[in-house]
């Protein structure tokens, strides 16, 4: 008796797994596919992913999930929930829209262009993030919708680096923001407990996957489509727990009893739209001058040599990826006063050379660092967002904190 109880309970056991996705038919018909991705918090190294620098990032337990159900009409109907509203284009062939609406067609084109068409569907995306607070809201879309689509269209999944390279080319080509790759591979690649240290040169050796910012957006409708070669179910390549990838070095993130909270600034940061891309242009002036082909590879001297303000923005550059090297070091010492005082030399340099700051964040940092922060920096594009603050034990944070755990990858998930 004991062991048909037991054999039943594994049966049973065997028969949940087995179990697509989601199978409840809910308003709207049966779920397909549904997946989450993540936000994320850089811990430090600021506006040096796209100069194949250092990042310091996690994937946050906040994020955005995607729900995925048959269409029959040859068209992606997409709904977002928070926002109550809609948008509707051709699963073949989609044409370019604004703001939100351009990520899932930007997904769905890069997608076909990769060679993964994807079947019609009808998408409903709800989140936990806010949007424009800095916390990568985008990404955590971009990889929802990719691993749901893939999965709603019947592939595995393909090499994550891989998709984290054809996420960037959505935001360059479709989004119109410059972004390098630190908030897809955190959102990618997190891992619960963890920081990952990312060397965004050996990631890609040199070659992000996106156009040259000069480049002209791709044209939609059916950008890139004729590239498409239809590929067949894939395998997972590197999965969450898979191989280790080249320049992905996961760091301990042991706080004890010290807290990680974001406050938000309340003025809202839109990359496309704010200097991000100027940013972006003026390190590739400055390489221009430098006679080199990435940041990464000025010496000490370079800020020198150059005119202002292109001398600050280099010097930012090589000292924040300084900063990353040596927050590594602190967390494997459990150094976390010295954290601490990187995030508050990255915020002065965020604000000093690289010029992203504006007052309401000025105003939160030094509310934060008034409350006892020891240490407190804006995080991500900057121009708005949020302020990222440590509070040692015994200081509490604000009411409006949020606290911010790393938390795991991209993934697909059940209702
Ligand atoms: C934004 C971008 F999306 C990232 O690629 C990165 O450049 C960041 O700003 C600044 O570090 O989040």
């Known amino acids: 008796d004991a062991d048909r109880a037991s054999g039943g309970a594994r049966r049973a056991r065997m028969r949940r797994r087995a179990a697509p996705v989601a199978t409840r038919a809910g308003r709207g018909g049966p779920v397909s596919a549904a997946a989450f991705g993540p936000g994320r918090v850089n811990l430090v190294g600021e506006h040096t992913d796209y100069n194949d620098g250092l990042c310091l990032p996690?994937?946050?337990?906040?994020?955005?999930?995607?729900?995925?159900?048959?269409?029959?009409?040859?068209?992606?109907?997409?709904?977002a929930l928070d926002i109550g509203a809609h948008d509707v284009f051709a699963a073949d062939a989609p044409a370019r829209a604004d703001g939100w609406r351009s990520f899932a067609r930007g997904v769905v084109a890069e997608l076909a262009a990769a060679g993964?068409?994807?079947?019609?569907?009808?998408?409903?995306?709800?989140?936990?993030?806010?949007?424009?607070?800095?916390?990568?809201?985008?990404a955590?879309?971009?990889?929802?919708?990719?691993?749901?689509?893939?999965?709603?269209?019947?592939?595995?999944?393909?090499?994550r680096l891989e998709l984290a390279q054809l996420l960037s080319r959505v935001e360059n080509t479709w989004?119109?923001?410059?972004?390098?790759?630190?908030?897809?591979?955190?959102?990618?690649?997190?891992r619960p407990g963890h920081a990952l240290r990312l060397d965004i040169r050996a990631l890609t050796g040199g070659d992000q996957g996106a156009p040259p910012p000069a480049a002209e957006p791709a044209a939609g409708p059916g950008a890139r489509a004729g590239r498409a070669v239809p590929r067949p179910p894939g395998r997972w390549l590197s999965g969450p727990a898979g191989r280790p990838v080249p320049g992905i070095e996961p760091v301990r993130l042991d706080l004890g009893r010290w807290r990680l909270v974001t406050v938000d600034s309340g003025v809202r940061h839109a990359i496309a739209a704010s200097g991000y891309n100027t940013r972006r242009e003026e390190c590739a002036r400055a390489c221009e001058l430098l006679g080199i082909s990435s940041l990464r590879d000025a010496d000490?001297?370079?800020?020198?040599r150059l005119p202002e303000p292109l001398g600050r923005r280099v010097r930012h550059v090589l000292e924040e990826?300084?900063?990353?090297?040596?927050?590594?070091?602190?967390?494997?010492?459990g150094d976390l006063p010295e954290?601490?005082?990187?995030?508050?030399?990255?915020?002065?340099?965020?604000?000093?050379?690289?010029?992203?700051?504006?007052p309401a964040v000025e105003e939160t940092v030094a509310r934060l660092v008034a409350d006892g922060a020891a240490g407190a920096r804006l995080v991500g594009g900057g121009f708005g967002g949020s302020v990222l603050?440590?509070?040692?034990?015994?200081?509490r944070p604000p009411a409006d904190a949020l606290r911010v755990v790393p938390g795991g990858p991209g993934r697909l998930v059940r209702r």
């Open 58 to 79: 996690f994937a946050i337990e906040r994020g955005v999930t995607v729900r995925a159900r048959p269409a029959p009409d040859g068209l992606i109907r997409v709904h």
């Open 116 to 138: 993964y068409p994807v079947r019609p569907a009808r998408l409903s995306v709800a989140g936990t993030l806010p949007r424009g607070a800095g916390m990568s809201s985008s």
């Open 140 to 159: 955590a879309l971009e990889v929802a919708l990719v691993l749901a689509l893939l999965a709603h269209s019947g592939y595995g999944e393909p090499d």
């Open 175 to 190: 989004v119109g923001a410059r972004t390098g790759l630190l908030d897809q591979t955190a959102s990618l690649f997190g």
């Open 300 to 304: 000490e001297d370079a800020p020198g």
């Open 321 to 333: 990826n300084e900063r990353v090297r040596r927050a590594v070091v602190a967390l494997r010492a």
């Open 339 to 358: 954290l601490g005082r990187l995030l508050d030399a990255s915020h002065a340099s965020l604000r000093d050379l690289y010029e992203v700051s504006v």
């Open 389 to 395: 603050a440590l509070f040692p034990p015994g200081k």
